[in-house]
Nanobody, 124 residues
């Protein structure tokens, strides 16, 4: 059974940082591109970041503007999202997703598995 479990969310002041983690089980992690998406209240889910299965291709959503960094540790079957210079508009539920042999695409339809999400709240 495939499981993606996010952690690391919480409440932080504007300008602060958080590091999200997503631990995968039930899959050969190194064969999967991993993505992070987010959904704010009343808005559609949007692409934040993705890293290809081989780690050589990384993409970020337009809103990131150099503030987030995605990385993966295949030995731990975990993908990370380091979020710096957080803004109140970054408040959302953040989801990780897995795409078999993917190139780190921004399209939600490319992803095979999804986690339950972790809440991030940024106060002004």
């Amino acid at each position: 059974q495939v499981q993606l479990v996010e952690s690391g969310g919480g409440l932080v002041q504007a300008g602060g940082s958080l590091r999200l983690s997503c631990a995968a089980s039930g899959v050969t992690f190194s064969n999967y591109a991993m993505g992070w998406f987010r959904q704010a209240p009343g808005k559609e889910r949007e692409f934040a970041a993705a890293i290809s299965w081989f780690g050589g291709n990384i993409n970020y959503g337009d809103f990131v503007k150099g503030r987030f960094t995605i990385s993966r540790d295949n030995a731990k079957s975990t993908v990370y999202l380091q979020m710096d210079s957080l803004k109140p508009e970054d408040t959302a539920v953040y989801y990780c997703a897995a795409d078999h042999l993917g190139d780190g695409l921004a399209f939600q339809s490319a992803y095979d598995y999804w986690g339950q999400g972790t809440q991030v709240a940024v106060s002004s």
